[in-house]
């Protein structure tokens, strides 16, 4: 298991950045991972539903950015449309030519998403390896410079496994529960982006975690629809870990859009209210609450069948414990959970109250 790790260690700091670094190398191999994947999704054309042709595609632009890099992945996306619209679109009639373009568009963008979110993940691996690098020549000779190392290495392989697990589940499962390509990419592509905020705001304090109050702005923005107030939020703001982060900012993404189909901001007047707690348990620990809470538009009642995004609100992060309400007022959801929690002067003990327009 040991020389298991060992040689995973090496080919992400050692071998993907060279092979990033050499053109003449690294576009062969997207070529090559864009042949495997139109194989294999000739291969699998009995199997797959006709709704889905680009699923096989996603997972080679996904991989060719990771391995080759954004221009290489960007080529797989290129090469792939090209194919696509030759083998799926070109002579089918169960397509019109808006729904053809439609298509194609939704997966143009969806891929240049995924290469965008795979290029800053690549940017910041290989500012974290630099880093790691700098202070090994400054601290070789103490061992405080040692245990420095060691962290940054498993905060290094910790990040970039849980990070790539959660792409790769939220292509798999959003493709599972997507009827057509159209309601694939949507819905993709706003849970990428919900993941991708919470990335860049872990990322700026080196990976230490990150603010609550911008998470949860950052998230919802995207989504308050215009006019008079509509959202508000309040609580004392912190620092969550990663793993928190990125499933709350999914979980508060299928909230607010939720909310636009079928509850608060499905009108003109709805207003929904954010609010949270932290009471410190010990040091390390504090006990979170969460409330999400939707007033003043139709009345809502317990959905007949749960789709990915009740799964995703469901399920919360890591140790938390989620209960919905159905109420006639609007939908009313509570999260707890004990999450580490890193405060600083600037943040320790200061409350959070905005209203967003």
């Keep these: 298991m040991m020389r298991m790790v060992q040689l995973v260690d090496g080919i992400v700091e050692r071998v993907l950045p060279r092979i990033r670094r050499r053109p003449a190398v690294a576009y062969p191999i997207a070529v090559a991972i864009f042949v495997a994947a139109a194989l294999l999704r000739v291969l699998l054309s009995n199997w797959l539903p006709i709704s889905l042709p680009f699923l096989t595609f996603f ?82 000779d103490s061992a405080l410079g040692e245990l420095h190392l060691e962290q940054l290495n498993v905060e290094l392989r910790h990040r970039l496994k849980n990070t790539f697990a959660v792409i790769a589940g939220l292509v798999s499962q959003s493709a599972r529960y997507s009827m057509d390509v159209q ?3 949507k819905s993709l592509s706003g849970r990428l982006a919900a993941m991708g905020t919470a990335m860049d705001l872990v990322a700026t304090r080196s990976f230490l975690g990150a603010s609550l109050n911008e998470l949860i702005v950052d998230t919802l923005k995207p989504l308050v629809p215009p006019g008079a107030a509509r959202m508000t939020i309040q609580g004392a703001d912190g620092i969550i870990p990663g793993e928190v982060a990125n499933a709350l900012a999914l979980t508060l993404h299928e909230l607010g859009t939720n909310a636009i189909k079928y509850g608060a901001w499905s009108g003109d007047k709805g207003l929904v209210r954010v609010s949270w ?11 979170f609450e969460l409330v999400w809470e939707e007033s003043g538009g139709p009345a809502v009642s317990q959905p007949e069948r749960r789709g990915l995004g009740s799964l995703l609100i469901d399920s919360g992060f890591p140790s938390a414990k989620v209960e919905r309400e159905f109420s006639p007022d609007g939908v009313v959801c509570r999260m707890k959970a004990v999450v580490k929690q890193t405060t600083t002067g600037r943040t320790r003990g200061r409350r959070a109250v905005h209203s967003k327009s």
């Design 277 to 287: 707690t932290f009471d410190r348990l010990n040091d390390d620990d504090a006990q």
């Design 59 to 140: 997972i080679a632009v996904l991989l060719a950015t990771l391995i080759a890099g954004s221009g290489p992945g960007l080529l797989v996306v290129a090469a792939s449309l090209a194919f696509a619209w030759r083998f799926y679109f070109f002579d089918s009639h169960q397509y019109s030519q808006f729904e053809t373009a439609l298509a194609l568009s939704a997966f143009a963008l969806m891929a240049v998403l995924i290469v965008a979110v795979v290029h800053l993940l690549n940017s910041k691996v290989e500012s974290l390896l630099y880093e790691r690098d700098r202070n090994e020549g400054l601290l070789q």
């Design 183 to 185: 309601s694939f990419a």
